[in-house]
């Protein structure tokens, strides 16, 4: 039974309250692939901290009664609050909420980030809680952080040679105790394992990476390059899915052209090569660029 007129212009009211400008994609009347859903909607909204976030929302044959589906890329999702008098816009206003409650999640997983061998990068996806952490000496940690509660003490596993695991071990149940959930996490694992973890590029020193756009990893050594003469690539990509690396000035001539780049005042604002996201890179013309 396809869906009648009515219930899209009951549909387009809802969407319009909720704002047609968070609207990306429309998939309507679906009927022919199944029976259950009515529409499939992509909404994109930002956070306080300007984060887009990608909301899908799937109406099935007994909306309104029934409460719509929703997924996004988030470790845990909401129970919808749903009566009969609910509608589209306090879905998005229930997202809103939690994407709020979840910003500490995120920025302790950035922190980690930041400070921590993480692993593999992919573990830094918004909707993954858990993360592998290499503490030197062969040994790594997992360790899960509660989105729910991504300041308390997480659960932790760790890995590699016996002896270093039962020291390690050790360590963390003697001072189990000694855990403040005011404290920064990188300050908490340090304390509780007794030791200075190794920074951000410990463990891939030796793995240089090349840049995508030259294909080579060291930029020729020119007087005329200034400091970057030589350089390895110093730019990656932010979208945790990509992380492509350049070097910045490859990356700054090949978005000078293309001509959809933007700049303002000093920065290019374009897309990533590989994955089109959105990046930004400064025009540095201090050194050797310029002539
Ligand atoms: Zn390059
Ligand atoms: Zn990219």
Redesign the pocket.
Same mark, same amino acid.
């Given at each position: 039974m396809a869906p009648s007129p009515a219930f899209f212009r009951f549909l387009y009211n809802e969407i319009e309250e909720v704002g047609w400008e968070h609207l990306v994609k429309l998939k309507e009347d679906l009927t022919s692939l199944s029976f259950r859903i009515l529409a499939l909607m992509d909404l994109i909204f930002r956070d306080k901290k300007g984060q887009p976030h990608m909301l899908e929302i799937e109406l099935s044959q007994d909306y309104p009664k029934s409460a719509p589906c929703i997924s996004a890329d988030v470790p845990y999702i909401c129970q919808l609050q749903w009566s009969m008098k609910s509608r589209l816009k306090d879905v998005v206003q229930q997202f809103r909420e939690l994407l709020e409650q979840l910003q500490e999640f995120w920025s302790t997983k950035c922190e980690i980030d930041r400070n921590l061998a993480v692993v593999d990068q992919k573990q830094l996806l918004r909707a993954t809680s858990c993360c592998q952490i290499n503490l030197g000496n062969n040994s790594y940690m997992m360790i899960s952080v509660n989105p729910r509660s991504p300041k308390s003490l997480p659960e932790c596993r760790f890995f590699g040679p016996d002896s270093e695991v039962h020291s390690l071990l050790k360590r963390w149940r003697r001072n189990q105790s000694e855990w403040a959930d005011d404290k920064s996490i990188c300050e908490n694992l340090a304390k509780m394992l007794e030791m200075d973890l190794p920074g951000p590029s410990y463990g891939s020193k030796d793995e240089q990476v090349? /840049?995508?756009? /030259?294909?080579?990893i060291y930029?020729p050594v020119d007087p005329e390059l200034g400091v970057t003469s030589g350089s390895a690539?110093d730019y990656t990509c932010d979208n945790p899915n990509c992380r492509k690396a350049?070097?910045s *000035? /490859? *990356?700054r001539d090949w978005l000078c052209s293309i001509t959809t780049t933007k700049q303002s005042f000093d920065v290019l604002f374009g897309t990533c090569p590989y994955c089109s996201e959105p990046i930004a890179v400064k025009v540095d013309s201090s050194h050797g660029t310029t002539k």
């Open positions: 090349d /840049c995508g756009i /030259c294909y080579a930029l690539p350049f070097h *000035l /490859c *990356l």
